[in-house]
T-cell receptor, first 115, second 114 residues
Framework: GNSVTQMEGPVTLSEEAFLTINCTYT??????LFWYVQYPGEGLQLLLK?????DKGSNKGFEATYRKETTSFHLEKGSVQVSDSAVYFC??????????????FGQGTTLQVKP | EAQVTQNPRYLITVTGKKLTVTCSQN?????MSWYRQDPGLGLRQIYY???????DKGDVPEGYKVSRKEKRNFPLILESPSPNQTSLYFC?????????????FGPGTRLLVL
């Protein structure tokens, strides 16, 4: 079946440090891949997405590349800020006949950035 | 402003007392969905709707009902809530279910069932 696995948190970094949050997936075919962010007390917001192999999604300094060969979609940012503290969710949407519109989420990774 | 709204944002209730969580979107989206978020499990889909009067079960539908009488509204109904339905609930919507389509989420409803 389809599933998403994220690295366990919390991840604690100092401001301006480099961030990587690992995400791997299991799916048939070519799912669409997403990163959502949830700031404290708020709903989920789309951070970036990619729909085919080797696509790179980017937004607000965050990047992730769709790697079919390693079934991964790792989130990276070169220099984190305190305002990036949030919970990050990796998600996929299956392709083709398995697509009911449902997003399949990882368990979420909490990022804490300290000044 | 384009948005998905949910009410109430916080709710404490007792076992067995029927409740409804409302969801409304102003983007003319056809697709709407409910998820629940639990620690260590991420978000799991409860029900979804492709359009008016078209609904279907997600991964965890037991104990929930939905209806889609109007395009903009998609209420979640708990006929007889139980403590295991204590969770954070999110409504989401999108134009459809095409590859890469973005789903927009509401602010969440935190439910405690005693």
């Amino acid at each position: 079946g389809n599933s998403v696995t994220q690295m366990e948190g919390p991840v604690t970094l100092s401001e301006e440090a480099f961030l990587t949050i690992n995400c791997t997936y299991t799916a048939t075919g070519y799912p669409s891949l997403f990163w959502y962010v949830q700031y404290p007390g708020e709903g989920l917001q789309l951070l970036l997405k990619a729909t085919k192999a080797d696509d790179k999604g980017s937004n607000k300094g965050f990047e992730a590349t769709y790697r079919k060969e390693t079934t991964s979609f790792h989130l990276e940012k070169g220099s984190v800020q305190v305002s990036d503290s949030a919970v990050y969710f990796c998600a996929l949407r299956p392709h083709g006949s398995s697509n009911t519109g449902k997003l399949i989420f990882g368990q979420g990774t909490t990022l804490q950035v300290k000044p | 402003e384009a948005q998905v709204t949910q009410n109430p944002r916080y709710l404490i209730t007792v076992t067995g007392k029927k409740l409804t969580v409302t969801c409304s979107q102003n983007m003319n989206h056809e697709y709407m969905s409910w998820y629940r978020q639990d620690p260590g499990l991420g978000l799991r889909q409860i029900y979804y709707s492709m359009n008016v009067e078209v609904t279907d079960k997600g991964d965890v539908p037991e104990g929930y009902k939905v209806s889609r009488k109007e395009k903009r509204n998609f209420p979640l109904i708990l006929e007889s809530p139980s403590p295991n339905q204590t969770s954070l609930y999110f409504c989401a919507s999108s134009f459809g279910k095409r590859d890469g389509e973005t789903q927009y989420f509401g602010p969440g409803t935190r439910l405690l069932v005693l």
